[in-house]
């Protein structure tokens, strides 16, 4: 082993990767998009460099892409759903807090005892 050999190894992106993070990419909202290049451990100038290259017309830097409409359709159904469905689930999780602390409140308040007042 030479002595740089216990250094990372550069990453290579395939064509269909670079297009499919790409569409999920402009697809998604902006706050989802940080997402996006968080889970596949991606900066913004990947991003930027692909689109570069594909705005450019140099698709032997994306690859073959054969898209049709459908499948970009379906794409964008498929990120809008997953949307949707955290959406929901941040709604409910909310909803449930709000209901717990209703019924903390209801304890509370059946415990209480009247204020007596004091007659002189």
Do not use: C, N, Q
């Not at 689109?51 to 409409?69: F, H, T, W």
């Amino acid at each position: 082993m030479g002595p740089r050999g216990d250094r990372p190894k550069r990453r290579v992106f395939t064509a269909e990767y670079k297009a499919r993070i790409l569409a999920e990419y402009d697809a998604a909202e902006h706050g989802g998009r940080g997402a996006v290049l968080r889970r596949e451990g991606l900066y913004s100038s990947h991003i930027v460099e692909w689109r570069r290259a594909a705005d450019a017309g140099a698709r032997a830097g994306l690859g073959p892409v054969s898209r049709d409409r459908r499948d970009r359709e379906i794409e964008e159904l498929t990120a809008r759903a997953e949307r949707a469905e955290a959406e929901l689930a941040r709604t409910r999780a909310a909803l449930d807090l709000v209901g717990k602390a209703h019924a903390l409140l209801e304890t509370l308040s059946e415990g209480a005892e009247p204020t007596k007042r004091s007659r002189r």
